[in-house]
């Protein structure tokens, strides 16, 4: 049976896709022969998230590749690189932590060039895919800061992280697509969502030279305990949010001296 845009469109609506119409439209360009778009369709209706069926995901404005288990970049990140690049010096040294599938680390290559960009990630799957996305930077297997080159120390001009930040509790409230999806190392953030951030700002003064920036991205709840964190380890806080992508981003600055 040929699948026509208005069968995948009411297949998609069936099982509650509330953007049928423009999901339909990205099967139906993305797959090559009709054997593969009804392949993608029932990955779909199976409850595969749409980035892992495409495979890829958009992030300002490129195509970022997403592995079947690898964690979708949101749109609300966007906010984390717009700061990000504002912040940045020329010839920045940038790191990004919990890189997932590199998408945060390949806009701010591409958007701050020329820069040194190393990138970590805990996740073998997640390393895989970002060294797919990230063509002008090396990308690093490890936990947090462990697998950075030691001449980095003091020298990091921007430090980002999209570290879990779910409560543990939380992931079972979560949309299956994430929750039954995604790797769990992506998304649990421990039992108030913040072990992560607590972990990345108790060394980030190691890293970052003076006048350096770490952002982190956090929740419009969890921004006071994540700028707590800030300042308890030496960094001037401050919270940025951005209504049109419902996001939160604490910055914090490593002072002089």
């Given amino acids: ?26 099967l139906l360009t993305t797959a090559k022969t009709p054997a593969e778009l ?30 079947p288990g690898v964690f979708v970049p949101r749109r609300r990140t966007e906010h984390l690189v717009e700061l990000a690049v504002a912040l940045a010096p020329p010839h920045p040294v940038i790191v990004d932590l919990c890189c997932g599938s590199g998408a945060v680390a390949a806009a701010l290559a591409t958007e701050l060039d020329p820069a040194e960009l190393h990138a970590t990630d805990i996740d073998p799957a997640a390393v895989a895919c970002a060294r797919r996305n990230i063509t002008r930077g090396e990308v690093h297997q490890g936990d947090l800061y462990t697998p950075l080159p030691p001449h980095l120390r003091g020298q990091v001009d921007l ?22 999806h995604e790797p769990r190392v992506a998304l649990d953030g421990g039992a108030d969502g913040l072990d992560l951030h ?4 108790a060394e980030a003064t190691h890293w ?14 969890q921004a006071a305990g994540t ?16 209504d049109e992508l419902d996001a939160t981003v604490v910055i914090g600055t490593k002072t002089a001296g």
């Fill in 1 to 26: 049976m040929t699948l026509t845009r208005t069968t995948i469109i009411t297949k998609l609506r069936a099982v509650g896709c509330v953007f049928a119409e423009d999901e339909a439209e990205l």
């Fill in 38 to 67: 009804a392949t993608m369709l029932q990955q779909r209706i199976d409850g595969l998230p749409l980035e892992h069926v495409l495979g890829w995901a958009s992030f300002r404005g490129r195509h970022i590749t997403v592995d």
């Fill in 159 to 180: 430090l980002v992280a999209n570290a879990p930040y779910v409560p543990t509790d939380a992931i079972g409230l979560m949309p299956p697509e994430a929750r039954l």
């Fill in 198 to 201: 607590r972990r990345v700002t």
């Fill in 208 to 221: 970052l030279t003076a006048g350096g920036h770490l952002l982190i991205e956090t929740s419009r709840t």
């Fill in 227 to 242: 700028a707590e964190a800030f300042t308890r380890n030496g960094l001037r806080a401050r919270v940025s949010t951005s």
